[in-house]
């Protein structure tokens, strides 16, 4: 990824495919932690794009198998516009969720940008699910746990056609990182799809370092990498700020690897920020830990990391100001100010 291209923000404050509610706060817990001012202390110039708008959540129950499917089509459309416009503008689009339902719509719209400037793709998708259930296989309906699955181009046809004719990837083009819940009939699918997988029993016995390697491995000057990052992702313990916790995920350690794993690639062109759900969330800690997490994916790397004792300081004035004012002063210590 070229340092000169601007980033865009795109929130998408929407639930319609989760099963709790809550991920529709997402983009803003994000913007309050300083996504924008620690992207903008990385050299990036930030385009704040605001959110979208769409339909409510009508916390009604599935029907034909799928739940709220008519909004969740509303909202893949509208993200898909976006990102593809963000994309056609030369800039990296990050999209704020928002439920994992709406990387229908970013990646279907990477995808067709990538078929019309001939450019391959790899997608990592970074995720305690699999998120290859269909409605046969689905024991909920909640759309959130199918988008792989209507990428790869089964689904309804007005999803898995969002961006052209189906299917959006090749199963071949996805990597999953991190995975330790999976359904019987997703497990079959992901199998007969032959979907490569670093689950965690993978990063436990071979480490997240090679896990990654793989993960990239083929990648080629050309390969546009598009990131779907599913805070879910994340061990609870350090990320309770989800709606489908499953224990046993990556340490704050192993996904900062990762992440700088995946920056030092420069080829990081598209990304999804997903499933933050600051309902569930201790004080927006997850947010600043996603926050963190992106600053390391757009190039902060504690291998070269030489902060000046102002630079130190402003990290700790941002912190403090997302604490409540009566602690902040004694907090941070008279040294400080
Ligand atoms: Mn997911």
Redo the contacts with the bound molecule.
């Keep these: 990824m070229s340092p000169t291209r601007p980033v865009s923000l795109i929130g998408a404050p929407t639930d319609v495919g989760a099963a709790e509610r809550g991920a529709s706060m997402g983009p803003e817990a994000m913007r309050v932690a300083g996504l924008r001012a620690a992207l903008e202390a990385r050299g990036l110039t930030v385009l704040d794009r605001g959110n979208l708008s769409g339909p409510p959540n009508p916390n009604t129950v599935p029907v034909g198998g799928y739940r709220h499917l008519p909004e969740v089509v509303h909202w893949a459309g509208r993200v898909h516009a976006a990102v593809y416009a963000a994309l056609r503008a030369g800039e990296v689009p990050i999209l704020l969720g928002g439920d994992?339902s709406l990387?229908i719509g970013s990646i279907s719209a990477v995808a067709r940008h990538c078929r019309e400037q001939g450019r391959t793709l790899r997608v990592l998708?970074l995720?305690?699910?699999a998120?290859f259930n269909t409605a046969e296989l689905s024991p909920s309906g909640n759309l959130?746990?199918m988008?792989l699955a209507c990428l790869c181009g089964l689904g309804p046809a007005a999803l898995t056609a969002l961006g052209g004719p189906p299917p959006a990837l090749h199963p071949q083009w996805v990597r999953q990182i991190g995975v330790r819940s999976v359904d019987a009939g997703e497990r079959r699918l992901v199998h007969e799809l032959a979907v490569e997988v670093f689950d965690m029993r993978f990063i436990d016995e071979r480490g997240m370092r090679e896990a990654v390697r793989q993960a990239l491995g083929g990648i080629s000057a050309d390969t546009h990498v598009h990131v779907?990052f599913?805070v879910?992702f994340l061990d609870p313990d350090i990320a309770p700020g989800v709606g489908?916790t499953v224990p046993g995920g990556p340490t704050y350690r192993e996904a900062q690897l990762c992440m700088e794993m995946l920056a030092d690639t420069r080829q990081v062109a598209s990304l999804d920020l997903?499933?933050l759900n600051p309902a569930f969330d201790v004080r927006n800690r997850t947010a600043c830990l996603a926050v963190d997490l992106l600053e390391s994916l757009f190039g902060k790397s504690t291998l070269v990391r030489r902060q000046t004792p102002i630079r130190a300081l402003e990290v700790v004035a941002r912190r403090g100001a997302q604490q409540p004012a009566s602690l902040t002063p004694a907090a941070r210590g008279s040294g400080v100010e």
């Design positions: 994992h990387a998708w995720d305690a699910h998120d959130h746990g988008p779907s599913d879910d489908t997903v499933e």
